[in-house]
C-alpha cells in the first residue's frame, strides 16, 4: 500500500494574528458592544473630535472647582462692574451677578431694536453692531455663568477645541477663545496669588486706566520699567534722551 505522508501546513503571513491591527481605528456605534442598531443610529449625532493634546497654555485654576468658580465670579463682577462685599456668600455673589446681567440684557434688547430698524437702511454699517448686540443679549438670557462654567469644562478637563465648544453650545470660535483668554488675564491680573491687583475694588472709565497706567513708570538715572503683565528689562545706566539715534542705541541695548 501507498505510504501517505501528512506534512504540517506552510507558514502563511497573511492567517497570522495581529493584535495591534486594529488599534487606532475608531470603534463602530452600530455592534453588539453598544446595543445600537441601525434605526437607534439615524436619530443619533456623532459628534467627531480631534486627539487630545497638549495645550500651548496651561491653566491650573481650571482643573480645581475651588479657583475656577473664585475666577468665574470675579470674572462676571467685572464684567458687569460690580463690587463685591467682603465675607459675601457664593450664592449671594452669584445672584448679584444675575441681576445685573438681566439689567444690561433689558437694556441691550432694547438697542438690538433700534439696530434692526436701522438694518433695513444701512446694512454695512449696522451689521456688526447688530451680531454684537444679538449675542451679548442672548449670553444674558441662557445664563452667562453657566456658558462660561461649560466652555471651561469642556475645553480644559474634556479637550474639546474651540470649534467643537462653539458647537457645543452654540457660539462662535472666536468668541469662545476670546472668552477664555479674558478668564486667563482675569486670573493673572486679579485671582492669582501673584496678581498684582489682587483684592482691589473694580474701577471703571478713567479710574481704571489710570490704575493700569500706573504700572508703568520710569525713574530719573538708573530705573526699572514695569509692566502689568511682566517685568520687561532692567536699565543698567542712566537713560540718554534726545538725538537722532534710536533710543535703544543710545541706551546700549542693540
Known amino acids: 500500500m501507498p505510504t501517505v505522508q501528512i506534512c504540517p501546513p506552510a507558514y502563511d503571513p497573511a ?7 486594529f488599534a487606532h481605528r475608531r470603534p463602530n456605534a452600530v455592534s453588539a458592544e453598544s446595543g445600537i442598531d441601525f434605526s437607534d443610529y439615524r436619530r443619533c449625532h456623532t459628534l467627531h473630535t480631534k486627539e487630545r493634546r ?19 465670579l470675579v470674572f462676571l463682577e467685572h464684567r458687569f462692574y460690580i463690587r463685591p462685599v467682603p465675607g459675601d456668600a457664593l450664592e449671594t455673589r452669584l445672584e448679584r451677578i444675575e441681576d445685573a446681567a438681566k439689567a444690561v440684557g433689558a437694556r441691550e434688547q432694547v438697542r438690538l431694536r433700534k439696530y434692526l430698524k436701522a438694518y433695513e437702511h444701512a446694512p454695512r454699517r449696522v451689521g456688526v453692531q447688530l451680531l454684537n448686540t444679538d449675542t451679548q443679549v442672548a ?46 488675564h482675569t486670573w493673572e491680573r486679579f485671582v492669582a496669588p501673584h496678581a498684582p491687583d489682587r483684592g482691589l475694588p473694580v474701577l471703571r ?21 514695569y509692566e ?16 537722532r539715534k534710536p533710543v535703544a542705541r543710545r541706551n546700549g541695548l542693540w
Open 15 to 21: 492567517l497570522e494574528y495581529d493584535a495591534h491591527a
Open 54 to 72: 497638549a495645550r500651548r497654555n496651561p491653566a491650573p485654576w481650571a482643573m480645581h472647582d475651588e479657583t475656577l468658580r473664585e475666577l468665574l
Open 139 to 184: 449670553l444674558t438670557q441662557r445664563g452667562i455663568a453657566q456658558i462660561i462654567a461649560a466652555l471651561c469644562y469642556l475645553y480644559f478637563r474634556l479637550g474639546y477645541a474651540s470649534t467643537d465648544c462653539a458647537d457645543a453650545l452654540g457660539l462662535k470660535p472666536p468668541h469662545c477663545r476670546q472668552m477664555l483668554a479674558r478668564l486667563a
Open 205 to 225: 472709565g478713567h479710574a481704571a486706566r489710570a490704575r493700569l497706567g500706573n504700572r508703568t513708570r520710569y525713574r530719573a538715572g538708573v530705573g526699572e520699567k
Open 228 to 243: 502689568v503683565r511682566q517685568r520687561l528689562y532692567r536699565v543698567s545706566a542712566p537713560l540718554k534722551l534726545g538725538g
